[in-house]
């Protein structure tokens, strides 16, 4: 898998016209991460914002740029020609973030989820396809070695209809950055638009829709069970039905000191277990069993995504797979009603 994806970025840097101009908005782990692949991937001109200029100072002179600003105004009387940008805030101001960028003509990557509400959603997606540019959600999972192994899997159609599907997990929130402290942290806060449902439930939909089928019913609620100083949710579970006449029962939370994400698919010649924090897929049948394990890296999927994000603003694609009508569309379920805010706090 190592030769093979040394292989990917080298025909990327030599087939392609790389993005002359790259702008990170918001330079916490992930812009940090998305920064850092880019220098990888062979974008020489990485612009950087972020409203903390300490931090955003560290991270220039870390990767050697002196292309960094706290203010929108400043990035724009110094640079005209930006190609794209990548928009790595607290979720609470993707939309108004994406939304500046679009009306500028700018190409977008907008981290999950889209938004925290609907409210201007509708407008940024017309002025995205009014001004025919690039937009694209970062999903990471679609980029996963272990689901596009399970997904070969399913389409070989290996143990027939499938009935039902339980997919699970969870981390100790404390744990995710343990050099910070969690109480900070945008995932920790409701104003930031923090909580397992907008956070990593926004992965699970995706990934649910992208494997098994649109979801068409949708019920659940979302809770604070324990006694991490948060105010948002620290768990979400929600029972699902997708237009496959598949039935999907999932949960996650901000919980478990031993982190768990797995999922069992139950079919009518068997089921299948992957368990992707030990990079594993097992394939029970009656008279047969087989464990397939494959090789796991944890920045593949973000160097993967970022590939074909410059590949989509290469080809000026509108129309693609994780294009902004799908982070409306996820966006929306996990605003749907019957999802019951039982929260005790």
């Known amino acids: ?13 030599r087939g392609s016209n790389l993005l002359k101009k790259l702008l990170i908005i918001g330079c916490g782990s992930i812009g940090q991460r998305h920064a850092r692949n880019a220098k990888k991937l062979g974008v020489e001109n990485i612009l950087l914002f972020d409203i903390d200029l300490k931090r955003v100072e560290q991270f220039a002179n870390e990767i050697n740029t002196d292309r960094f600003y706290n203010s929108f105004e400043d990035i724009f009387s110094e640079n ?8 790595c805030t607290p979720s609470s101001l993707h939309l108004e973030n994406s939304t500046y960028l679009a009306n500028k003509g700018i190409n977008l990557f907008i981290e999950k989820p889209l938004a925290t509400d609907l409210k201007g959603v509708e407008e940024l997606v017309e002025t995205v396809k009014t001004k025919k540019l690039t937009a694209m959600i970062g999903q990471s999972y679609r980029f996963h ?3 596009l192994k399970l997904k070969e899997i399913l389409n ?17 929130l404390p744990d995710w950055h343990p050099t910070r402290d969690y109480r ?15 956070t990593t439930m926004s992965h699970t939909i995706d990934i649910v829709q992208w494997l098994f089928g649109d979801i068409t019913t949708i019920n659940g609620w979302k809770d ?3 006694d991490l100083e948060i105010d948002v949710e620290d768990s979400v579970f929600l029972l699902l039905k997708t237009n496959r006449n598949i039935i999907i029962n999932t949960s996650f939370d901000f919980l478990q000191q031993c982190p768990q994400h797995s999922m069992i698919i139950t079919g009518e010649k068997g089921h299948i277990k992957a368990d992707f924090n ?34 989509m603003v290469e080809t000026n694609s509108q129309n693609h797979d994780l294009g902004i009508t799908i982070g409306k569309n996820v966006l929306e379920i996990l ?11």
């Not at 005209?80 to 928009?87: E, G, L, N, P, Y």
């Not at 605003?335 to 706090?345: E, F, G, H, R, V």
């Open 224 to 226: 604070t069970l324990s």
């Open 145 to 147: 070695e272990g689901f």
């Open 278 to 311: 030990k990079h594993y897929i097992e394939i029970c049948k009656k008279n047969d069993n087989l464990i397939i394990e494959y090789e796991f890296d944890d920045n593949y999927r973000y160097l993967k995504e970022l590939m074909y994000f410059f590949k």
């Open 156 to 172: 070989d159609n290996v143990i027939g209809k499938i009935f039902h599907v339980n997919y699970y997990g969870g981390q100790y």
């Open 335 to 345: 605003l749907d009603p019957t999802i019951i805010n039982i929260c005790n706090k």
């Open 184 to 198: 900070t942290e945008y995932s920790a806060k409701k104003n930031l638009g923090g909580g397992v449902l907008l």
């Open 1 to 13: 898998m190592v030769q093979l994806f040394l292989k990917d970025l080298n025909d990327l840097i």
């Open 80 to 87: 005209s020609d930006i190609d794209a940008a990548m928009i």
